[in-house]
């Protein structure tokens, strides 16, 4: 009986682990979304952005755009070739390598005059994802934008672990 009490212990916890460590969106700005006179740097302070995290830049359609930039442009506001911007008013980034990254917005003086400005800390990944999880989470982070087949992918495989997870517990006690 404890034998089988420990095998259940091990197996929801090798499923949970998984969940725990599982990607994470971060809503740049949260309900706020990505808008003029927001202090993104206080937004940033203490997150703790990992490579496999998204970045979600929400904002109405034409109101602002989103560029990934250098440190240099993002002291000086320096706008990227228009083609570059990001412009959907939900634009997802996830985050594929570590270090330092800098994003402007790209309409009029938003970024010199009102801040619109992010900058972050991408750390490496905590811990290796499961075995299960591999092939997608390598698949994410070589692609500089998310797409949805593979986020549902990865949805799925949570899935199943949870579902995994709770009819074993409900047959073992
Ligand atoms: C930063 O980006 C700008 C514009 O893309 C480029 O001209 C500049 O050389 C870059 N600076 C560094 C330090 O990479």
Not at 128 to 154: E, F, L, N, R
Request: aromatic content about 12%.
């Amino acid at each position: 009986m404890a034998l089988l009490r420990s095998c259940v212990v091990f197996a929801l916890i090798s499923t949970i682990i998984p969940v725990m460590t599982l990607a994470k969106d971060f809503v740049v700005g949260d309900e706020k979304g990505w808008t003029i006179n927001f202090n993104y740097q206080a937004w940033a302070q203490g997150k703790d952005f990992r490579v496999g995290d998204k970045l979600v830049f929400n904002y109405p359609v034409g109101a602002h755009t989103v560029f990934k930039v250098n440190g240099t442009s993002f002291q000086n506001c320096i706008k990227p070739p228009a083609n570059e911007a990001l412009t959907s008013g939900n634009d997802e980034i996830v985050l594929a390598t570590p270090g330092r990254k800098w994003y402007i917005c790209g309409v009029g003086k938003h970024c010199e005059s009102a801040g619109q400005k992010l900058f972050i800390t991408v750390q490496p990944q905590s811990s290796s994802p499961s075995p299960a999880m591999a092939p997608s989470m390598v698949q994410m982070q070589s692609m500089p934008y998310s797409s949805k087949a593979i986020k549902d992918t990865v949805n799925y495989q949570l899935f199943f672990g949870v579902l995994a997870a709770l009819v074993t517990l409900s047959f073992a006690f």
